[in-house]
């Protein structure tokens, strides 16, 4: 069984930066990919930014040139840099897992992925 757990996110002012973290268990990087969505109130959930087991990454236009999607094989986490934060950024942000091994156009789509997180609160402020 897959337990996805988020940490890292708080209140930040406008242009500060977090670093999100998301620590998986019962899952293994060899094949698959992991994701990083947002979903603020009333709006639909969004893919932020998707990793594969190759280590290509995929960004959605209003996170690109400010977060970095990474992962730390050995100790099986997910990490999220978030740089130069804007207040359109505030949502929770949760951390996604999938077996099946997607296409690159496919990686930022929710229903993709089998496995998610509980989330992890982020309030930027102006």
């Known amino acids: 069984q897959v337990r996805l757990v988020e940490s890292g996110g708080g209140s930040v002012q406008s242009g500060g930066s977090l670093r999100l973290s998301c620590a998986a268990s019962g899952y293994t990087y060899s094949t698959g990919s992991m994701a990083w969505f947002r979903q603020a109130s009333r709006n639909e959930r969004e893919g932020v930014a998707a990793?594969?087991?190759?280590?290509?990454?995929s960004y959605a236009d209003s996170v690109k040139g400010r977060f970095t999607i990474s992962q730390d094989s050995p100790k099986n986490t997910l990490n999220l840099q978030m740089n130069s934060l804007k207040p359109e950024d505030t949502a929770m942000y949760y951390c996604?897992?999938?077996?099946?091994?997607?296409?690159?156009?496919?990686?930022?789509?929710?229903?993709?992925?089998?496995?998610w997180g509980q989330g992890t609160q982020v309030t930027v402020s102006s």
């Open positions: 996604a897992a999938t077996r099946s091994r997607l296409s690159w156009w496919s990686r930022l789509l929710a229903n993709m992925y089998n496995d």
């Open positions: 990793i594969a087991s190759d280590g290509s990454t």
